[in-house]
């Protein structure tokens, strides 16, 4: 029995630790508040940590525009108290504007009141994709309908009328390649006055407090997909977007088609006041000759203001080719800046620290900061603390408490009668007053389980049981800052026995007194103790 004891405590005192350590990660989630542990890539309750291991903790989803972030580590000893001895956006419809000056726009009027004697019309008709096949005719007034038809009968004037029909289709034509230059350029300037807002309406996003980092970057997305004209994003290098952001070929294209649609639209205008001129030597009645010159005259004042519009897109063209320079490649380049730092920002932290104490305490905190990242002295927001209890590495402790300890073989009492030796058992077990030194490696829960080793008093009417006894064994050690211990083992002590080689029942001369010596035995002991103090 003896030697089975001694096996059991040898082995609790080469009790050794695993060793390899296991991380923990601690994932904080600022937008819903819910924190996830994850210990040797498993999902747990309750955080834990082995000593020396790491802490990893993220902080997730939170706008890192709007707030800084400091975590603190608290590496915490538990205090054993003395014993008793007993915590882009989408714009907006119709933004652009009308280059022309004045809100004119290119239509002379020669399709709200074309006079067509040979196939008729509609009145008012806009220049699309058909009227270039079916051509565009002249609407007869019902007044006039009777007397050109009889003023109609010349060849002369037949000939005549058509020319005029030609003149005022093609005129038409002109003027909508003109509505069609003047799309375009609104397009590149609507895309400048988009640059110029860009940065300013994304930083409002970032620094919008009402906004989840999801937000921020779906809708800051949304003017840079706009802006940089993004498609495949494996392709925007630097050089794609200053070559998004030049837009001087395009003006310079728009320039020439509108100077060559220009000159035809001239010749169109000289030769309507030629028919004028050539009108007035046909053979036509008062009423004919009035109704007609007078139409011409009309859609001849409506070409005039047509060209002085063409005279001023053609300036805002050319103001907007020479203003191009190093700000507008500037604000490309900054947008593209802004692209990639979105698309790297995953709204996260990340901060490591090794649990070295009996309790590592992760405090967050966060700090509101302005545009240029400089923590502001308002708005500061501390997080309730995360405690993670350390497990592993040795701890030694001292505590007090009473034993209660008893030899294998039973302690005997000697006394003579008419000179014979005789023996009577004593006590069964002595409670013993002990103090003991625990070493044990601390485990994750409020359970560890170590060795002892102790030195006891015993509490004993005999003067044998006086002397000191050691204790040597396993020990339970409940709790961590206040700790209740129960241990057990192998009790060392002295006990009395006869010397001079006699035993129970053996005879000594009269008036001879029993020869008796103290020795040291083994036996067991059970002793509950509280900590006095730590290391």
Known sequence: MNKTLLVITVSLFCFFEKAASQDLHIYYDVETSLVKYVYDGEEIKRPKIKKDGNIFLHVQNYNNYLYSLEVESNDQLLQIPSGSGLGFLPLPEGTGGNLISGGRNFSSGAGDGYINIVSGGNKGRDVGENDEEEGMGFVVPEEYEETASEGAQSEEFQALYAEYESILNDMVLKEGEFTKIQNEVS???????????????????KWNPEFSPNQ?????????????????????????????????????????????SREDYEI????????????KGLQMNFEEFYLM??????????????????????????????????????????????YEALKSNDFSYTYRTEATGDRTVLGIKFSAKDSLGRELPINKKQLAPIRVPVYGGM?????????????????????????????EDVDAFIPVITSFFHFYPQSAGNVSIGGNFGIGFPLSNSDGGQSLSFFLGPSFVIGKGQRIVLSTGIKGGRVEQLSQGLK????????????????????????ISFNLGGG
């Open 187 to 205: 397009g590149i300037e609507k895309n400048r006055e988009f640059r110029n807002i860009g940065l300013s309406e994304i930083q409002k996003i």
């Open 216 to 260: 921020v970057k779906r809708m800051s997305n949304q003017f840079l997909y706009k802006i940089l004209e993004i498609k495949d994003t494996s392709q925007l290098t630097l050089d794609n977007v200053i070559q998004k952001g030049d837009d001087r070929k395009q003006l310079e294209k728009q320039l020439n088609q509108l100077e060559k």
């Open 268 to 279: 169109n205008v000289n030769n309507l006041n030629d028919f004028s001129e050539r009108l």
């Open 293 to 338: 010159q007078s139409h011409v005259g009309e859609i001849y004042q409506k070409a005039l203001g047509v060209q002085e519009s063409i005279k001023s897109q053609k300036e805002t063209i050319d103001q907007m080719y020479q203003s191009f320079g190093k700000t507008e490649l500037q604000k490309m380049t900054s947008l593209w800046y802004e």
């Open 395 to 423: 701890k030694i402790n001292v505590s007090v408490g009473i034993s209660f300890a008893s030899f294998f073989d039973q302690p005997q009492s000697y006394f003579l009668r008419d000179t014979v030796i005789l023996s």
């Open 504 to 527: 129970t029942g053996d005879v000594l001369p009269p008036f001879s007194s029993i020869p008796t010596k103290n020795v040291y035995k083994l036996g067991y002991f059970l002793g």
